[in-house]
C-alpha cells in the first residue's frame, strides 16, 4: 500500500465527495496497483535501491539486425571474401534449416564502411550517419547472445525471458514491481510500426507485451496509430464529453448505492476505473496531439514523423510519453529478417529508424529526461558472417545468428561513449565479456532500482522471475 | 482477485487457524513451511541436495550427520532444524540470507511446537486417496450433507452463514453458473411464484431445466477450452488458421449428454485406442492436438516435436493430475517426489503420435481425419442409402446368359460412339519405328524407352527401366494448374512410384525437403498422390481406397482442378472414382512443374515400379466424369478383343458386367441413379471439415529421459509408465499406453484426478477453489480450505459414477451456495477471499458471459449449437502492423455475416496471437498453453469497452429499443424493467429516483442537439420515427449505462 506515493489525490477525492460516495481510500487504494487508476501501486518494498533509471524505452528491432551491417565492422570477412568459414570457428553451432542444406557457409563482408565516431571514438556504420552523432551518448553492447535461433522463441526470450511463451513481458514485470507514477496514462505502453517500403514479414505476438502468469492489468497498452489510438477509447458519435460525464456521474451513483448495499470493495475499485477511463480519454489524445510540436521537432525527428503509425512517429511520442511519466515504453520496428535481400532492404530499414533513433536520444537529453531513461535499440539475434545463398560483394543475406550480436543503451545511468564485449574476427563468436539475454535482463531491472533475483511472482508452486534462474547484472555498463 | 494481503485478514494454513492448544498438523502446518523454504536444497533432487541432508522424509531429518541429527523428535532445542531457523548468524541461519526466502516467528513457533509435539511426517494429503469423511452434526441450515463441514468451520471461527439469498438472486445466479445466462424477467417471475407455491421443489425443478438446457453444456465448456487450451489458430509467429471446432463441440455435446467424467478422461485422452473406436472417440482425442504448433521456416523439427509432446505432459498435469509436471523436465522435482525419469515415463505414452516439429502452416497438422458434423453423418447415411439401394435395383448378372461375342459387339458400339477427348498435350504414340508425343511430335525427346507393342494398348513399356522422364512442356504437373494424367498400367505388386518429381533436399530439415509432385502405388495397391513444398509437412497426402490388383491392366487417371488443395484432385480407377483418405491437406504455396521421372523416384532413398504403362495421356484441363468412363471401358472393350475375347473378360469380368450395365437402355438410367449418388457422396465427404487427433506410431518410437530438457541430450530410455508408488499401482491388465493411463488416472482409488477435477468445478462456482492452487496440489499447493468437504464430494463423485450434472445439482442446491452474496462488515477484513464460505459467491463475470448477457438482454443474440468459429465485429486494423506478413488462413479477420455476428462468445475466432480485444481486455488467456485459473482484473480498459465498443453499443440501442417497446407504459415501468432484465432485479426508490434523473438529464441534453441524438441512434444501430429520435437516443444512452452497470457484469 503506497498511499503516500499518490501525487493526485485531491482529484479523486473531489469526484468522490461529488458523487456522494463515502469510499474509503485505503481500501481503494489496496485494490488498485500498476497500471489502474491508483497512481503508484506496485509491490512494498521496492524500488529495492535508489533506482538511476525512473523508465525505459525499449526500441526493439525486429526481425535481427545484422550486427555485421551496424555495429561490429569485420575487415577480415573482406580479405577472405567467400572462403568457408572454419571449422574450429563454426564449432557446434546449430544452423538453421535454411541454409543447413546450402554446400558451403561462405564468409560474407559487409557491403556498407564504418566511422570511428565522435570523442569517443565508437564504430558506427555509414548506414547509421544520426546514430553516428551521438556516438558519444551510447554504450553499443558488442556481445550479446542468445540461446534461440528461431524469431518466435528469441523474441519471445528477450522480452520475458523465456524461450517457451506463458512468461509476463519485461513491462509487466515493471508495472507489477513498481506500479505507476500517472494516475491518467498506463505505466506500459506498446507501439509497432513496419517499414515504410518492403515486406514486414515476421509478425509480432501480443505475448510479447503481454501479462503471462501476472494477473492481465499489467499487460501493456498498445498505442495504435488509428484516429482511436486505444481501444475504444473514443466514445460513440452522439455521446459528447458531456453526456458521457453525466452517464459516468449516473453510473457511479448506482455503483455507489450497490457498493454501498453489497460491501463489495470491487465496486469502488470499478468506479474509480471508470474514472480513470474518462481520464485517459483527455490524456490519451493529448498525448497523441502533436499539433503543437514547434517545426524543431520535425527537423529533428524527420518528416516521417508526420506519418501516423511509422517509427519516426513512435519516437516522439515515445518522448512525450516519457515526460509523462509512463514507465515502460516499448516500441516494435519489424522487417529486419533480411535474409536474401540484406542489401535491398538494410537502407530502407536505417532510413526508418537512424534519424527518429538518435533524435529521441538527442531530445530526451537537451529535456534533461536522458539521465533518468534507459533507451535501449537492438533485436533478438543477430546475423551470420556467412552469406545466406552465395557471397557477394554487392548483393547478399545473412541468416540468424544468436551467437552474437549488437545493441546499444543510451542514458539512465548507463556508461556513455563506451563499446563492450569482443567478437572474434569473424564476428561469429564472442571472446571477450559476453552478456546473454537474461544478463541484459537483471541489468535493466538493476538500473530500475530492482535486484532481479527479489523480483518474483509465485505462479504453481514456485517463485518466478523474469531472469528465470539465471542473469548477472553487468557492472561494466553501469557508470 | 484481490493481490495484496490485507493486515489482518484470517489465513487459513498455518498459526493464524490453528486453534490454541490443538496439535500440530504436518500436512497442514509444517509441509507447507519446510516445503518453501527447505526443500530446494534438502528435498528429493539428489543432484541439488546440500550437505547430504535432506528434509522431505523422517528418516532423512532424523539421519546422524557431522553436526547432529537435523530432528531430534520431541527435543526442538536439540534439533539442528530449529537452531537454524533461529540463528542470526549469517552462516549459520537457515534459510540462507541469500535465498531470498524467511520463516517468521510464528511459523518458527510451530515448528518448535511440531518437534516437541514428536515430529511427525504425514504423507502429503494429496497422495493419500480420499475418504468419505465422519460429517459433523447436523443441523437445520444444511441442506446438502456435505454443507455441514462448512457451517461446523465459520462456527469454529466464530462466524455465521450469510442469510439466504433471494430466490431471483439465486436463480440469476444459478442460472449464470448453469447457462452462463441471466434468467429473462418472464422466468423471474415465474420462478418466484413458484416457490411460493412449491417452496423447494421449485429449486429442483428450476436445477433441473437449467441443467437440461443446450446452453449447460457450452458454459460448461467455455471453461474446458481453457485447460485444453483450444483455439482455432496455431500460434506462434505465424499462427494461422486451424480446424479444431469438431473437437470443441464433441466437448459441448459430452457436457449436454452428461458423459462420466472418466468417460470424458479416458476419450480424450486416448479415445482413438478403445476397442473399435467410433469417430466421436476418435475426434475426443483433439484434446491431445490443442497445443500451438510452429510453422517458423527453418526450425529444428524435433526440438519442436519435443515441445508437444512436453505440453501433453504438461497439461495432463495441471488439468487432471494437479501437479506441475514440467519441473521435472529439466531435473528432479525440487518439491514434488517426482523425478525425472518419472517425467520421461510420462512423456513416452504421448511420445508415439506420428507428427512432425514444423508443421500447419496453412491447415491442420497430421495425423488427422475427417470429422462430419452431425448433420452431414445423416446425410452421409442417406446417401449411403440411395446407393445401397440404387446398387440393389441393378441386376446382378445381365450379361449372363449372352453370348460375349454379343456383349463386346454391343460394347464397343457403345464406347466408339465418341472419340477421345481432344486437346491431349502429351501422348505416346510409335511411328516410323520410333516413340513421339504424339500430340506435339516436334517435342519427343526423351522418348528412347525400350518398349514392346500390344495389339490393344499400344507401345508398352516395361519397368524398372532405365530413366524415363517427361519434360515440364510435355507435362505441367503444377499444383495450381489444371490437369488431367491418364494411363494403362499392369502392376505387378510392391510399392512402386508411377510418377515423381521431388526433390530432396539434405538434410530433412531443409525447407525444401521433398518439393514436388509423386503419384505412387502403395503395396496394398492403393494409388496415393502426393504434392508439397517440404514434405510431409506442407503437403497434400491422399490415397484412394479402391485398390488395383496386380497382374491386370487398370486404367487410372488423376485430375488435379488445381486448387492446391486434397478437395482439387481425384483419382479415377478403371473409370470410376475412387474414394479417398486425406492424410494432410496443408499445401503452403504452389508447386512448379519440373521435369518428371517415369516409374521411378530420384534423391535419398529411390524407388521404383515394376510392372507396365501404355497410353500415357495428359491434358491440360479437368476432363469430365463421363470421358474418363468411357475411355476406360474402351480399353477393357480393346483389351479383350486383343486377348481373343475370353481370357482376359474372365480376368476383368467384373468390369463387363458394369459397363453393360452402364450402357444398355433398361437399365442405364439406374446406373446413373447409382452414380449421381456415388458422386453425392464423394462431394459431400469432400466437404466435411477436419480434426486433428491422436494416434498410435506403427513402430514405437524410442523415449529417453532427456538431459536438462534438451531435445538432443538422450539420456537412459525408459518405456511408457507413471509414478506408482506415490499415486497407485498401474491397473492389473491395463495396456501401456495412453488408454492404461486413462484407467489408472481413473480407477476409484487415484489420489488426485477427482479431487483435482471436483475441486476445478468448485472454484467454476465459487471463483476459488477448495484449493486455491487447481493447477497444482503437490507440496508447494495451499492446505484446502475444507479438506475433509474435499474429500467427500471427490469420494461422491467417484463412487456416483463420475456425474458432472449431480455435482453441478448438489452445489447449487446447497445451503453454501444459497447465502446471499453481500460482505457483511468485518467479514471483508477477516476473509476477504471467502474462503470460509461465509456468504455466497461474488465476483465479475467472465469475457464471454459479460458479451453474451449484453447480447441476449438486448435481442441481438443468435443461438446455434457448435459449428465453425465465427468472427464478430472486432477494429478493423487490430492485426495491423502486428501479424505476420503472408496470404496464410487465419491471417486476416473476415468479418462474419448475418446471425454469426451475434452468437455465443464461445464460437468467436480464437487468434491465440492477437486475441479478441473484448475477450482479452475481460482476462481470457491467450491459450498457448492451458490454463485452470483465469486472473480477474478491474481496468479502465474493460471499462472503454463496455463504454464504447461498437457491438456493444448496438447491443444498447437494441436493449433500449427493447425496452420502450416491451418495458411498459410509464417511464418509471420502463427503468425498471430494463434494470431488472440487466441486473435480475427491480430498482430500489433510491435507484429509480438515479435513474429517472439520469434519464431527465439525458432528455434535456439530446432535445437542444437533435444531430447529436441521430449519431447516437447509429451509433446504437437503430433508428427512430419521425420526432423520436432524441427519445430513443436516450433510451440508448440509459441502456449503455445499464449495460455498464457494476452489478449487470457481477454474478452475486
Not at chain 2, 472417440?281 to 490443442?290: H, L, S
Not at chain 2, 453393360?660 to 433398361?666: A, G, K, T, W
Not at chain 2, 491422436?694 to 530438457?709: D, F, Y
Not at chain 2, 468445478?761 to 496440489?777: P, R, S
Amino acid at each position: 500500500m503506497d498511499c503516500h506515493r499518490y501525487e493526485n489525490w485531491g482529484t479523486r477525492r473531489e469526484f468522490l465527495s461529488r458523487t456522494g460516495l463515502g469510499l474509503g481510500a485505503a481500501a481503494l487504494s489496496q485494490l488498485m496497483g500498476g497500471f489502474s487508476a491508483s497512481a503508484a501501486g506496485g509491490l512494498p518494498g521496492l524500488p529495492h535501491f535508489a533506482p538511476k533509471a525512473k523508465r525505459v524505452i525499449y526500441l526493439f528491432q525486429s526481425g535481427g539486425p545484422p550486427h555485421l551491417e551496424l555495429f561490429d565492422p569485420k575487415p577480415l570477412l573482406s580479405e577472405r571474401f567467400d572462403e568457408e568459414l572454419p571449422a574450429s570457428v563454426r564449432g557446434t553451432q546449430r544452423i538453421t534449416g535454411m541454409v543447413s542444406a546450402q554446400g558451403k557457409l561462405a564468409l560474407q563482408p559487409s557491403k556498407y564502411a564504418f566511422q570511428r565516431c565522435g570523442q569517443s571514438g565508437q564504430w558506427l556504420s555509414d548506414l547509421l550517419p544520426h546514430t553516428q552523432k551521438i556516438a558519444d551518448e551510447l554504450c553499443v553492447v558488442r556481445s550479446m547472445h542468445t540461446d534461440a535461433i528461431n524469431h518466435d522463441p528469441a523474441i519471445t526470450l528477450l522480452q520475458t525471458g523465456s524461450q517457451q511463451p506463458g512468461r509476463p513481458s519485461i513491462g509487466a514485470w515493471l508495472d507489477y514491481g513498481l506500479g505507476s507514477v500517472n494516475e491518467n496514462l498506463p505505466s506500459y505502453m506498446v507501439m509497432c510500426s513496419v517499414p515504410s517500403k518492403g515486406p514486414p514479414d515476421q509478425g509480432l505476438l501480443s505475448r510479447l507485451w503481454g501479462s503471462g502468469f501476472l494477473p492481465s492489468r499489467h499487460q501493456g497498452v498498445q498505442l495504435r496509430g488509428t484516429n482511436d489510438p486505444v481501444l475504444y477509447l473514443n466514445d460513440a458519435p452522439g455521446i459528447s464529453r458531456e453526456r458521457r460525464r453525466l452517464m459516468l456521474d449516473g453510473l457511479a451513483e448506482l455503483n455507489g448505492i450497490q457498493h454501498a448495499a453489497s460491501g463489495d470493495p470491487e465496486v469502488e475499485a470499478r468506479i474509480a476505473q471508470y474514472e480513470m477511463a474518462f481520464r485517459m480519454q483527455a490524456s490519451v489524445p493529448d498525448l497523441a496531439d502533436l499539433s503543437k510540436e514547434p517545426q524543431e521537432t520535425w527537423d529533428l525527428y524527420g518528416e516521417a514523423a508526420r506519418q501516423p503509425g511509422s517509427f519516426a512517429r513512435h519516437c516522439l511520442l515515445a518522448r512525450r510519453m516519457a515526460e509523462r511519466g509512463v514507465g515502460f515504453i516499448q516500441l516494435y520496428h519489424r522487417g529486419w529478417d533480411v535474409h536474401g535481400g540484406l542489401t535491398d532492404r538494410l537502407p530502407v530499414l536505417c532510413g526508418d529508424v537512424d534519424q527518429p533513433a538518435a533524435a529521441l536520444v538527442t531530445d530526451l537529453k537537451r529535456r534533461g529526461l536522458l539521465d533518468d531513461t534507459l533507451v535501449i535499440f537492438g533485436g533478438e539475434f543477430g546475423r551470420t558472417c556467412y552469406a545466406q545463398g552465395g557471397a557477394n560483394r554487392e548483393k547478399y543475406g545473412r541468416d540468424h545468428h544468436g551467437r552474437c550480436f549488437s545493441l546499444w543503451m543510451a542514458g539512465g545511468g548507463i556508461k556513455p561513449g563506451t563499446s563492450h564485449g569482443l567478437t572474434d574476427d569473424f564476428g561469429f563468436n564472442i571472446v571477450q565479456d559476453p552478456v546473454h539475454v537474461h544478463d541484459l535482463h537483471a541489468t535493466l531491472l538493476h538500473q530500475l532500482g530492482i535486484d532481479h533475483e527479489r523480483l518474483t511472482y509465485r505462479f504453481q508452486g514456485r517463485q518466478f522471475r523474469l531472469t528465470d534462474v539465471h542473469g548477472k547484472v553487468v557492472k561494466a555498463l553501469i557508470s | 482477485m484481490r493481490f495484496f494481503p490485507i493486515v489482518g485478514a484470517l489465513w487459513l494454513a498455518g498459526a493464524a487457524v490453528c486453534p490454541a492448544g490443538s496439535p500440530v498438523r504436518f500436512n497442514r502446518d509444517i509441509r507447507p513451511i519446510l516445503s518453501e523454504n527447505c526443500f530446494h536444497c534438502h528435498g528429493q533432487d539428489a543432484a541439488r541436495r546440500k550437505a547430504d541432508l535432506r528434509l522431505d522424509t523422517f528418516e532423512g531429518a532424523t539421519a546422524m550427520l557431522e553436526d547432529g541429527p537435523a530432528l531430534v523428535p520431541g527435543k526442538p532445542e536439540n534439533s539442528a532444524l530449529l537452531q537454524r531457523m533461529t540463528s542470526h548468524d549469517p552462516d549459520e541461519q537457515m534459510p540462507p540470507p541469500e535465498s531470498n526466502r524467511k520463516v517468521t516467528p510464528a511459523q518458527v513457533a510451530l515448528v518448535r511446537q511440531w518437534i516437541a509435539e514428536g515430529a511427525a511426517y504425514e504423507k502429503h494429503w494429496a497422495f493419500v486417496p480420499p475418504v468419505w469423511g465422519a460429517l459433523p452434526p447436523a443441523a437445520a441450515w444444511d441442506r446438502q450433507p456435505w454443507d455441514a463441514w462448512i457451517r461446523s468451520r465459520l462456527e469454529r471461527d466464530g462466524l455465521a452463514p450469510s442469510p439466504e439469498a433471494t430466490p431471483e438472486a439465486w436463480l440469476r445466479r444459478a442460472s449464470f453458473d448453469l447457462t452462463g445466462f441471466a434468467p429473462t424477467p418472464a422466468a423471474l417471475d415465474g420462478f418466484t411464484g413458484d416457490v411460493i407455491a412449491r417452496g423447494e421443489s421449485a429449486y429442483r425443478d428450476a436445477v433441473e431445466r437449467l441443467l437440461a438446457s443446450p446452453r449447460y453444456g457450452e458454459r460448461m465448456t467455455a471453461e474446458w477450452l481453457d485447460a485444453a487450451r483450444y483455439a482455432d489458430t496455431h500460434g506462434f509467429n505465424n499462427d494461422s488458421m486451424r480446424s479444431m471446432w469438431r473437437w470443441r463441440d464433441w466437448v459441448i455435446d459430452a457436457f449436454n449428454h452428461n458423459l462420466p467424467y472418466n468417460q470424458f478422461i479416458t476419450r480424450q485422452l486416448a479415445g482413438d485406442l478403445l476397442p473399435e473406436p467410433a469417430l466421436e472417440d476418435r475426434i475426443a482425442t483433439g484434446f491431445g492436438r490443442n497445443h500451438v504448433i510452429n510453422s517458423e521456416g527453418g526450425i529444428i523439427d524435433e526440438e519442436y516435436r519435443v515441445e508437444y509432446v512436453a505440453d501433453r505432459v504438461r497439461t495432463l498435469g495441471m488439468t487432471w493430475l494437479g501437479l506441475t509436471m514440467e519441473c521435472s523436465r529439466c531435473h528432479d522435482h525440487k518439491y514434488d517426489p517426482v523425478t525425472a525419469k518419472d517425467y520421461y515415463q510420462l512423456y513416452a505414452f504421448f511420445n508415439q503420435v506420428p507428427e512432425w516439429g514444423e508443421d500447419g502452416r496453412l491447415a491442420n497438422a497430421s495425423p488427422l481425419i475427417p470429422a462430419p458434423t452431425g448433420v452431414q453423418q445423416a446425410e452421409l447415411a442417406l446417401l449411403n442409402q440411395q446407393i445401397a439401394s440404387a446398387a440393389q435395383a441393378l441386376p446382378e448378372a445381365s450379361t449372363a446368359g449372352r453370348p460375349l461375342a454379343e456383349v463386346l459387339a454391343f460394347l464397343s458400339r457403345a464406347v466408339s460412339v465418341q472419340p477421345d477427348p481432344a486437346g491431349a498435350g502429351f501422348r505416346v504414340e510409335r511411328k516410323d519405328g520410333k516413340l513421339i508425343n504424339g500430340a506435339k511430335p516436334e517435342e519427343s525427346s526423351g522418348l528412347d524407352q525400350k518398349v514392346t507393342d500390344h495389339p490393344a494398348l499400344g507401345p508398352v513399356f516395361a519397368f524398372p527401366a532405365a530413366a524415363w522422364t517427361v519434360a515440364p512442356s510435355q507435362f505441367e504437373a503444377g499444383s495450381h494448374k489444371a490437369w488431367t494424367w491418364q494411363t494403362s498400367l499392369r502392376w505387378r505388386g510392391g510399392e512402386g512410384v508411377l510418377l515423381s518429381n521431388m526433390a530432396w533436399q539434405i538434410p530433412v530439415s531443409s525447407v525444401s525437403h521433398g518439393n514436388g509432385f509423386e503419384i505412387r502405388i502403395n503395396a496394398a495397391g492403393a494409388v496415393e498422390v502426393r504434392m508439397a513444398q517440404k514434405w510431409p509437412a506442407y503437403a497434400i497426402q491422399l490415397e484412394t481406397t479402391t485398390a488395383l490388383r496386380p497382374d491386370r491392366w487398370h486404367q487410372i487417371a488423376v485430375v488435379n482442378h488445381g486448387t492446391g488443395t486434397a478437395a482439387g484432385l481425384r483419382v479415377y480407377v478403371d473409370g470410376v472414382e475412387s474414394d479417398v483418405v486425406v492424410h494432410h491437406d496443408g499445401l503452403s504455396g504452389p508447386v512448379g512443374p519440373r521435369a518428371l521421372s517415369v516409374g521411378r523416384k530420384e534423391g535419398p532413398e529411390p524407388e521404383a515400379y515394376e510392372g507396365d504403362f501404355a497410353g500415357f495421356q495428359v491434358w491440360p484441363a479437368v476432363l469430365p466424369a463421363d470421358d474418363l468412363a468411357r475411355m476406360a471401358d474402351r480399353q477393357l472393350v480393346r483389351l479383350i478383343g486383343a486377348s481373343g475375347g475370353m481370357p482376359e473378360a474372365l480376368v476383368q469380368l467384373d468390369r463387363v458386367q458394369s459397363a453393360f450395365l452402364r450402357y444398355q437402355d433398361s437399365t442405364r438410367e439406374a446406373v446413373q441413379a447409382l452414380r449421381v449418388a456415388q458422386a453425392r457422396r464423394l462431394e459431400l465427404k469432400r466437404k466435411f471439415p477436419s480434426v486433428m487427433v491422436m494416434a498410435e506410431m506403427a513402430k514405437p518410437r524410442p523415449t529417453h529421459v532427456l538431459l536438462r530438457g534438451n531435445y538432443d541430450a538422450l539420456g537412459e530410455p525408459v518405456t511408457p509408465g507413471v509414478p506408482e508408488s506415490l499415486l497407485g499401482a498401474w491397473p492389473p491388465g491395463a495396456p501401456r499406453n495412453r488408454l492404461g493411463l486413462a484407467q489408472w488416472l481413473t480407477q476409484p482409488g487415484h489420489p488426485l484426478t477427482a479431487r483435482v477435477v471436483v475441486n476445478r468445478f468448485w472454484q467454476q462456482i465459487f471463483g476459488i477453489g477448495l484449493v486455491k492452487t487447481a493447477e497444482d496440489f503437490g507440496f508447494q499447493s495451499e492446505y484446502p480450505a475444507h479438506p475433509e468437504l474435499l474429500d467427500w464430494l471427490a469420494r461422491d463423485f467417484i463412487d456416483g459414477g463420475w456425474n458432472v450434472k449431480d455435482l453441478m445439482r448438489s452445489i447449487v442446491l446447497s445451503a453454501t451456495y444459497r447465502q446471499d452474496s453481500s460482505i457483511a462488515p468485518g467479514l471483508l477484513t477477516r476473509d476477504p477471499e471467502n474462503r470460509l464460505l461465509g456468504r455466497g459467491p461474488r465476483f465479475r463475470l467472465p469475457a464471454e458471459m459479460i458479451r453474451d448477457h449484453a447480447l441476449a438482454v438486448s435481442g441481438l443474440l443468435r443461438e446455434r449449437l457448435g459449428g465453425p468459429s465465427v468472427f464478430p465485429d472486432q477494429p478493423e486494423d487490430l492485426y495491423k502492423g502486428v501479424v505476420v506478413d503472408a496470404d496464410y488462413p487465419g491471417t486476416k479477420w473476415l468479418t462474419s455475416t448475418g446471425d454469426d455476428l451475434y452468437r455465443r462468445s464461445l464460437y468467436t475466432f480464437w487468434k491465440r496471437t492477437v486475441p479478441h480485444p473484448v475477450m482479452n481486455v475481460f482476462d481470457t488467456p491467450d491459450r498457448e498453453f492451458g490454463c485452470v485459473r483465469r486472473s480477474r482484473t478491474n481496468t479502465p480498459l474493460q471499462a472503454l469497452t463496455l463504454m464504447n465498443e461498437p457491438a456493444l453499443m448496438r447491443a444498447a440501442g437494441h436493449l433500449g429499443q427493447r425496452i420502450q417497446a416491451e418495458g411498459g407504459g410509464t417511464d418509471a415501468a420502463r427503468l425498471a424493467w430494463g434494470f431488472r432484465l440487466t441486473t435480475g432485479r427491480l430498482p430500489t426508490p433510491r435507484e429509480a429516483e438515479v435513474l429517472a434523473k439520469v434519464q431527465n438529464q439525458l432528455r434535456a441534453s439530446y432535445q437542444a442537439d437533435s444531430a447529436g441524438a441521430e449519431a447516437m441512434l447509429k451509433s446504437g444501430g437503430v433508428s427512430a420515427a419521425a420526432g423520436q429520435a432524441g427519445e430513443s437516443a436516450v433510451w440508448t444512452a440509459l441502456a449503455s449505462n445499464l449495460l455498464n452497470l457494476d452489478e449487470t457484469i457481477t454474478k452475486n
